[in-house]
């Protein structure tokens, strides 16, 4: 059997209705499930990207990609491997007010983590960390004593070590449908 690896798929797309749906069902038919999901506006207007984090054989992600790349919406699909990528989550973490104040050890906890208070309220206060997912784990775990009233994590972003050339790609793509 062949060694799986952790990937992190790029897929640059129209904003289309129903895309989403299409692109899980490739995952779905093959019964695989994503570590991690985000989507955003990429560095084209009007193009978005999806980033979507697996764990599978080359073989197997290089078959999703091609499979990806078919969708009528699709422009352009890449996979690239954790040592091709720089990659970062962010954590929202809200806790009890009274804990701020009361236990010094959060203070202390929230430094050391580099973490950042963004609100204050007499009820709660929320902080964010950005790092890579064991770090936001780990503050996540830390924070449980202390009344963690809720929390939320996004999906992988990542940028590529490597230029990926897709601005190239797309204009060839835009003008072959111009001509």
């Given at each position: 059997?062949?060694?799986?690896?952790?990937?992190?798929i790029s897929i640059y797309t129209?904003?289309?209705?129903?895309?989403?749906?299409?692109?899980?069902?490739?995952?779905?038919?093959?019964?695989?499930?994503?570590?991690?999901?985000?989507?955003?506006?990429?560095?084209?207007?009007?193009?978005?990207?999806?980033?979507?984090?697996?764990?599978?054989?080359?073989?197997?992600?290089?078959?999703?990609?091609?499979?990806?790349?078919?969708?009528?919406?699709?422009?352009?699909?890449?996979?690239?491997?954790?040592?091709?990528?720089?990659?970062?989550?962010?954590?929202?973490?809200?806790?009890?007010?009274?804990?701020?104040?009361?236990?010094?050890?959060?203070?202390?906890?929230?430094?050391?983590?580099?973490?950042?208070?963004?609100?204050?309220?007499?009820?709660f206060f929320v902080i964010e960390?950005?790092?890579?997912?064991?770090?936001?784990?780990?503050?996540?775990?830390?924070?449980?004593?202390?009344?963690?009233?809720?929390?939320?994590?996004?999906?992988?972003?990542?940028?590529?070590?490597?230029a990926m050339g897709i601005s190239?790609?797309?204009?060839?793509?835009?003008?072959?449908?111009?001509?």
């Open positions: 059997m062949s060694e799986t690896t952790r990937y992190t129209e904003n289309n209705i129903g895309l989403l749906n299409r692109i899980s069902a490739i995952f779905l038919k093959r019964h695989i499930n994503f570590l991690s999901f985000s989507t955003s506006q990429s560095e084209i207007p009007d193009v978005f990207r999806f980033i979507i984090v697996v764990k599978m054989t080359e073989s197997g992600v290089k078959k999703i990609v091609q499979q990806i790349e078919k969708q009528v919406d699709v422009i352009k699909a890449f996979y690239h491997t954790d040592e091709e990528t720089i990659f970062q989550e962010s954590a929202l973490y809200k806790v009890k007010s009274s804990y701020l104040f009361e236990e010094r050890q959060i203070q202390n906890i929230i430094k050391d983590s580099h973490a950042n208070i963004v609100t204050v309220s007499p009820e960390k950005t790092g890579f997912r064991h770090e936001t784990e780990k503050l996540r775990e830390d924070l449980v004593p202390y009344g963690l009233l809720q929390f939320v994590r996004s999906g992988r972003i990542s940028v590529t070590k490597s190239e790609i797309l204009n060839n793509f835009n003008n072959q449908n111009n001509d």
